[in-house]
């Protein structure tokens, strides 16, 4: 089980501009944990201009950025679409 502690900085890697049903998801995640007062924010993939957040995402106003401080109390949250499986082969 991970553990989130006030210290915590939770990152949520997202792709920019996409709007289906993960990427709802995650956004929808990163609204539920700042309610609850953890430090949130999205790190968008293929970010190419000021502003990645889709326009149906915008009304979460959740922090974004490129920058990760990784720490021990840091927890990374990425799409499977964005891990590689183990191969068998």
């Not at 210290?7 to 792709?15: A, G, M, R, T």
């Not at 996409?18 to 998801?25: C, L, S």
């Not at 956004?27 to 502003?51: C, P, R, T, W």
Request: aromatic share 12%; charged share 10%; hydrophobic share 40%.
């Amino acid at each position: 089980m991970i553990e989130i502690h006030p210290e915590s900085n939770v990152y949520i890697f997202c792709p920019a501009h996409f709007a289906t049903g993960g990427p709802e998801a995650l956004h929808q995640m990163a609204f539920a944990l700042k309610q609850l007062g953890i430090h949130v924010s999205m790190i968008y993939f293929n970010q190419e201009d000021e502003n990645p957040v889709h326009p149906n995402y915008a009304g979460f106003n959740i922090p974004f950025g490129q920058e990760v401080v990784p720490s021990a109390s840091s927890v990374f949250i990425l799409p499977e679409t964005y891990l590689k499986p183990n191969s068998t082969d």
